[in-house]
């Protein structure tokens, strides 16, 4: 059944491409569709909470559409750590865009991922991937610092900051300035978009010079409201991906993709595994926490004690 879902979604079946995100978010991807994908230019939009960013992929969802291009949208909502319930209305703030059969809007909750993308997002991606989707936009939850995973699944990392944040302090203490490819100060008709600007541009040229030849993040200005300089990121976004396929960047950045990939998988079946084996033996660790509690063991100790028990 996977791999009849597979053609069915590649052939353009939104209904086959929704069933695979599914299953990829069940922990269920369909592993003959990885070696379909590698194609699509993936975007991550990043940013703190409340800088508009949502309101900026819509509008460059819109714009990409204008060109031909179509546009895949993985919006990661955050999720109650309690219930594991998400908010999902990015699907009904982009509603004007779901009846174009070129734009493919598709909502997960983080599930307490940390990084702000959740551990299937980048299945789902896959999906999008080998659909033939062309821009594939990854929007995280905007949780400050932890938005370091972005730039570990993205060709370009797009960072959204509102207007008034300061002197820019703020960007290099959450580390944005680091993993920006490019710069967004969003609702530009305020009058501290343009202060904002000036401080971002200011804290980048504080950093080391480029070396010839390297891309330097533009800090470009948009009010998705008004429609003004959507149509500049979406250039600044595209002519990232070109430097980065005419200088050979690109497959350094696909291989440190890969990486994290592999370790992410990694890290989540010794966390099952973990998970399993403390179901089994939990007297065993029951014991193990009351001795650290009093102190008569360290907590090194009591996890080696605790990985060697089978």
């Given at each position: 059944m996977p791999n009849?879902?597979?053609?069915?979604?590649?052939a353009g079946n939104a209904r086959?491409?929704?069933?695979?995100?599914?299953?990829?978010?069940?922990?269920?991807?369909?592993?003959?569709?990885?070696?379909?994908?590698?194609?699509a230019h993936i975007a991550g939009v990043t940013g703190v909470p409340g800088s508009g960013k949502s309101t900026l992929v819509r509008a460059l969802a819109g714009q990409a559409r204008?060109?031909?291009l179509r546009v895949g949208v993985v919006a990661i909502d955050p999720s109650s750590p309690f219930s594991g319930g998400a908010i999902l209305g990015d699907r009904i703030r982009m509603a004007d865009l779901s009846t174009d059969d070129g734009v493919f809007i598709r909502s997960m909750a983080s599930r307490g991922a940390m990084g702000g993308l959740s551990a299937a997002a980048l299945d789902?991606?896959?999906?999008?991937?080998?659909a033939g989707f062309d821009l594939i936009m990854i929007e995280t939850v905007g949780v400050g610092q932890d938005e370091i995973d972005i730039a570990r699944a993205a060709h370009t990392v797009c960072v959204v900051s509102a207007p008034g944040m300061?002197?820019?302090?703020?960007?290099?203490?959450?580390?944005?300035?680091?993993?920006?490819?490019?710069?967004?100060?969003?609702?530009?008709?305020?009058p501290e978009a343009q202060r904002t600007v000036s401080d971002?541009?200011?804290?980048?040229?504080l950093g080391e010079h480029p070396a010839a030849g390297a891309w330097t993040p533009p800090v470009l200005a948009?009010?998705?409201d008004q429609g003004s300089g959507i149509g500049e990121v979406l250039d600044a976004i595209l002519a990232h991906y070109a430097w980065l396929q005419s200088s050979a960047q690109l497959a350094v950045r696909v291989r440190a993709i890969a990486g994290r990939r592999l370790l992410k998988v990694v890290e989540d079946q010794v966390r099952n595994r973990l998970d399993l084996q403390q179901a089994r033996?939990?007297?065993?660790?029951?014991?193990?926490?009351?001795?650290?509690?009093?102190?008569e063991l360290h907590p090194l100790q009591a996890a080696a004690e605790f990985l060697t028990n089978d």
């Amino acid at each position: 059944m996977p791999n009849d879902l597979v053609s069915q979604a590649m052939a353009g079946n939104a209904r086959a491409i929704a069933r695979l995100m599914t299953l990829a978010e069940r922990g269920q991807p369909a592993r003959a569709l990885y070696g379909h994908a590698g194609r699509a230019h993936i975007a991550g939009v990043t940013g703190v909470p409340g800088s508009g960013k949502s309101t900026l992929v819509r509008a460059l969802a819109g714009q990409a559409r204008q060109r031909g291009l179509r546009v895949g949208v993985v919006a990661i909502d955050p999720s109650s750590p309690f219930s594991g319930g998400a908010i999902l209305g990015d699907r009904i703030r982009m509603a004007d865009l779901s009846t174009d059969d070129g734009v493919f809007i598709r909502s997960m909750a983080s599930r307490g991922a940390m990084g702000g993308l959740s551990a299937a997002a980048l299945d789902v991606v896959d999906v999008l991937d080998a659909a033939g989707f062309d821009l594939i936009m990854i929007e995280t939850v905007g949780v400050g610092q932890d938005e370091i995973d972005i730039a570990r699944a993205a060709h370009t990392v797009c960072v959204v900051s509102a207007p008034g944040m300061g002197d820019g302090v703020q960007a290099i203490k959450s580390g944005i300035l680091e993993i920006a490819d490019v710069h967004v100060v969003s609702k530009a008709d305020k009058p501290e978009a343009q202060r904002t600007v000036s401080d971002l541009k200011e804290a980048l040229s504080l950093g080391e010079h480029p070396a010839a030849g390297a891309w330097t993040p533009p800090v470009l200005a948009s009010s998705a409201d008004q429609g003004s300089g959507i149509g500049e990121v979406l250039d600044a976004i595209l002519a990232h991906y070109a430097w980065l396929q005419s200088s050979a960047q690109l497959a350094v950045r696909v291989r440190a993709i890969a990486g994290r990939r592999l370790l992410k998988v990694v890290e989540d079946q010794v966390r099952n595994r973990l998970d399993l084996q403390q179901a089994r033996a939990g007297d065993h660790v029951a014991q193990l926490v009351d001795r650290v509690a009093r102190h008569e063991l360290h907590p090194l100790q009591a996890a080696a004690e605790f990985l060697t028990n089978d």
